[in-house]
């Protein structure tokens, strides 16, 4: 076995042992796995250096400035009210019956800017509102709108990890947005098929800071009163500062190649840092013109204060990248790959997965992911796209007690008895992780790169599994579920 190979599994095994077992962080778990691959490639000290640093200021170059503008419109909207305005808004355009849909929406579109716990934080009050006025279980309202969160927090730019991600593969951010977009919505729409089953197990409606579990108490419960909306910015300031700056990146990156001034002017406002950054004045100056300059400032210099380690995290996949990239080792390993006939998209896929239950933070674990797999994309022929887009559904995948949006989503929805923890939400991010697994394995095979008939049939399987496995050990009947 050549030397870079093993170079790649010491680094890869070093690198999990010591986050998993000891005090070392993520960042420098990943610069002296770095190290490990270079040295065993028998790349030259100085050379190797040079790689980590070049590798680590190029993919900070072209992403940081997304990363930090994206934080700053997410710190406009929890401190404005646009997500509870959004989410009334779904609510009336979907319908009455369908609010489960409406947080559904509301949540793959408010966690393109915001972290889904921030955001689930916001809307849980809504949650419990919307459960209270109609008597839906809260259960079915909240995880609905917390696997909304989680999917557009893990697929969709400027959110940090997919915009990471873009950057460690060299992916177009317009083009990654728009297949974000594609795959995160029927995600979510698929997944409900769940979740509605797992609504109705645990019928769960509040009543103060106890719990009704039948509908017939309900029914004598007093209703909630309207909220007052005047305080709620307007429509058009609450989804502008997300869709007007997705609207542009998506013009330009559909738009022909041509020397006019109209194409330099798109080329110019549809650049992702210039159009989010339009997004964040729009949010700054349309969102947060009644709060007060001296709160708002904090509120921002608070927000930018959480984006250190995922930028320094960003960089540091971007330097095992560049190592890997110049100690020769993607051709070994993706003929290794190809010999053992795994699915190459596959990798990514389980990569990030394993991460995931391991260490339990999404975004870490799809920038290793994205820096794991890139010497294999030219090398393979695969579609980077589909690569990083595998690397943002794995994480997806079976939240649990390592995470902290699990113990955010069964707190707040009353839910103590681990067993039920895990139905209600890691169940829950599984089912969704499968399906999201299969589009991507279906859209490779149609619009990708060395896909084959046989790369959706893993993902398929595993739902199908799931599934059986759900009918068996829970039968449709209704769970009691103590206050």
Same mark, same amino acid.
């Given at each position: 076995?050549?030397?870079?190979?093993?170079?790649?599994?010491?680094?890869?095994?070093?690198?999990?042992?010591?986050?998993?077992?000891?005090?070392?962080?993520?960042?420098?778990?990943?610069?002296?796995?770095?190290?490990?691959?270079?040295?065993?490639?028998?790349?030259?000290?100085?050379?190797?250096?040079?790689?980590?640093?070049?590798?680590?200021?190029?993919?900070?170059?072209?992403?940081?400035?997304?990363?930090?503008?994206?934080?700053?419109?997410?710190?406009?909207?929890?401190?404005?009210?646009?997500?509870? =305005?959004?989410?009334?808004?779904?609510?009336?355009? +979907?319908?009455?019956?369908?609010?489960?849909?409406?947080?559904?929406?509301?949540?793959?579109?408010?966690?393109?800017?915001?972290? +889904?716990?921030?955001?689930?934080?916001?809307?849980?009050?809504?949650?419990?509102?919307?459960?209270?006025?109609?008597?839906?279980?809260?259960?079915?309202?909240?995880?609905?709108?917390?696997?909304?969160?989680?999917?557009?927090?893990?697929?969709?730019?400027?959110?940090?990890?997919?915009?990471?991600?873009?950057?460690?593969?060299?992916?177009?951010?317009?083009?990654?947005?728009?297949?974000?977009?594609?795959?995160?919505?029927?995600?979510?729409?698929?997944?409900?098929?769940?979740?509605? =089953?797992?609504?109705?197990?645990?019928?769960?409606?509040?009543?103060?800071?106890?719990?009704?579990?039948?509908?017939?108490?309900?029914?004598?419960?007093?209703?909630?009163?309207?909220?007052?909306?005047?305080?709620?910015?307007?429509?058009?300031?609450?989804?502008?500062?997300?869709?007007?700056?997705?609207?542009?990146?998506?013009?330009?990156?559909?738009?022909?190649?041509?020397?006019?001034?109209?194409?330099?002017?798109?080329?110019?406002?549809?650049?992702?840092?210039?159009?989010?950054?339009?997004?964040?004045?729009?949010?700054?100056?349309?969102?947060?013109?009644?709060?007060?300059?001296?709160?708002?400032?904090?509120?921002?210099?608070?927000?930018?204060?959480?984006?250190?380690?995922?930028?320094?995290?960003?960089? +540091?996949?971007?330097?095992?990248?560049?190592?890997?990239?110049?100690?020769?080792?993607?051709?070994?390993?993706?003929?290794?790959?190809?010999?053992?006939?795994?699915?190459?998209?596959?990798?990514?896929?389980?990569?990030?997965?394993?991460?995931?239950?391991?260490?339990?933070?999404?975004?870490?674990?799809?920038?290793?992911?994205?820096?794991?797999?890139?010497?294999?994309?030219?090398?393979?022929?695969?579609?980077?796209?589909?690569?990083?887009?595998? +690397?943002?559904?794995?994480?997806?995948?079976?939240?649990?007690?390592?995470?902290?949006?699990?113990?955010?989503?069964?707190?707040?929805?009353?839910?103590?008895?681990?067993?039920?923890?895990?139905?209600?939400?890691?169940?829950?991010?599984?089912?969704?992780?499968?399906?999201?697994?299969?589009?991507?394995?279906?859209?490779?095979?149609?619009?990708?790169?060395?896909?084959?008939?046989?790369?959706?049939?893993?993902?398929?399987?595993?739902?199908?599994?799931?599934?059986?496995?759900?009918?068996?050990?829970?039968?449709?009947?209704?769970?009691?579920?103590?206050?």
């Amino acid at each position: 076995m050549d030397g870079a190979l093993i170079g790649i599994i010491v680094g890869i095994v070093t690198m999990m042992l010591m986050i998993i077992k000891t005090r070392i962080p993520v960042t420098l778990a990943m610069i002296i796995a770095s190290l490990i691959m270079g040295l065993f490639a028998g790349m030259a000290p100085t050379d190797l250096v040079n790689a980590i640093k070049a590798g680590f200021g190029g993919v900070l170059g072209g992403i940081g400035l997304i990363i930090a503008f994206g934080v700053i419109m997410g710190a406009c909207f929890e401190r404005s009210g646009a997500a509870v =305005r959004m989410a009334k808004t779904f609510v009336k355009l +979907c319908g009455k019956g369908r609010e489960d849909l409406a947080l559904g929406f509301t949540g793959v579109l408010v966690a393109i800017p915001v972290f +889904c716990d921030s955001a689930y934080i916001i809307l849980h009050s809504l949650v419990r509102a919307i459960s209270r006025d109609t008597g839906k279980s809260a259960v079915g309202l909240g995880v609905t709108l917390a696997l909304g969160l989680l999917i557009t927090h893990a697929l969709v730019p400027p959110t940090p990890g997919p915009v990471a991600v873009a950057g460690i593969l060299g992916v177009d951010l317009g083009e990654y947005m728009m297949w974000g977009i594609i795959v995160s919505i029927p995600m979510m729409l698929l997944s409900m098929i769940y979740i509605r =089953r797992v609504g109705k197990d645990y019928y769960r409606v509040p009543n103060g800071e106890a719990w009704i579990t039948n509908s017939a108490d309900w029914a004598n419960l007093e209703k909630v009163k309207e909220t007052d909306e005047k305080e709620l910015p307007s429509n058009f300031l609450s989804f502008g500062p997300i869709l007007i700056p997705i609207a542009l990146i998506l013009i330009d990156t559909l738009f022909g190649d041509d020397e006019s001034f109209l194409h330099l002017t798109i080329q110019l406002i549809g650049n992702p840092v210039v159009a989010v950054g339009l997004g964040v004045l729009m949010a700054l100056y349309g969102l947060t013109r009644h709060i007060e300059r001296k709160d708002m400032v904090g509120s921002m210099d608070d927000a930018l204060s959480t984006t250190g380690l995922i930028l320094i995290v960003t960089g +540091c996949g971007g330097a095992m990248g560049a190592v890997l990239k110049a100690s020769g080792a993607g051709p070994q390993v993706a003929e290794a790959i190809a010999s053992s006939g795994i699915p190459p998209l596959l990798v990514p896929l389980a990569i990030a997965s394993m991460l995931r239950l391991i260490q339990g933070s999404a975004t870490a674990s799809m920038m290793v992911a994205a820096t794991m797999t890139l010497p294999l994309v030219e090398t393979l022929g695969l579609d980077p796209v589909f690569v990083a887009l595998a +690397c943002a559904v794995g994480p997806v995948g079976f939240s649990h007690l390592n995470d902290s949006y699990f113990h955010i989503i069964n707190r707040t929805l009353g839910i103590t008895e681990l067993a039920d923890q895990l139905r209600i939400w890691s169940v829950s991010s599984t089912v969704a992780w499968a399906i999201g697994a299969s589009i991507i394995m279906v859209l490779n095979l149609i619009f990708g790169q060395g896909g084959t008939w046989l790369d959706p049939i893993v993902p398929i399987a595993v739902l199908a599994l799931i599934m059986v496995w759900i009918k068996a050990k829970y039968p449709a009947t209704q769970v009691p579920v103590t206050a």
